[in-house]
């Protein structure tokens, strides 16, 4: 990611992270985070669907149709998938991230990676 392309906030990220594999509605999207979150980060509507709506307009998700299967409990859920603008930004974040954790391993913070090539420390 570049220094001039502001970082996400973080429900985006997680929010563009739940639909890197596969079209999901809000409430689905809600739960894969707050699951991969081990519950720190719960969205809930308002922040969910004021940041679909955002990342839509920005080109990010776009609305899409209910599976062909898909039975729903009442109302219409929304559905979204990630754009190829979507994927390069959830992309961009995650390597902006990673460097984040690599300088913290660096730092020996957190144990490196098992099998990984530890860099020599420099003083």
């Not at 220094?3 to 739960?31: R, Y």
Request: glycine fraction near 8%; hydrophobic fraction near 40%; include cysteine.
């Amino acid at each position: 990611m570049s220094n001039d392309v502001p970082a996400l906030p973080a429900h985006w990220f997680q929010i563009l992270l739940a639909l890197a594999d596969h079209d999901l509605h809000g409430l689905a999207i809600t739960k894969e985070v707050f699951e991969r979150t081990g519950g720190r980060m719960q969205l809930w509507p308002g922040m969910l669907y004021g940041a679909l709506k955002k990342m839509n307009d920005l080109g990010f998700v776009s609305e899409t149709d209910a599976p062909d299967r898909f039975t729903s409990g009442g109302g219409r859920p929304r559905h979204y998938r990630l754009t190829a603008s979507g994927r390069r930004a959830c992309a961009a974040e995650a390597e902006r991230l990673a460097r984040f954790v690599e300088a913290a391993r660096d730092k020996r913070l957190i144990k490196p990676v098992p099998g990984a090539r530890r860099k020599p420390r420099t003083v």
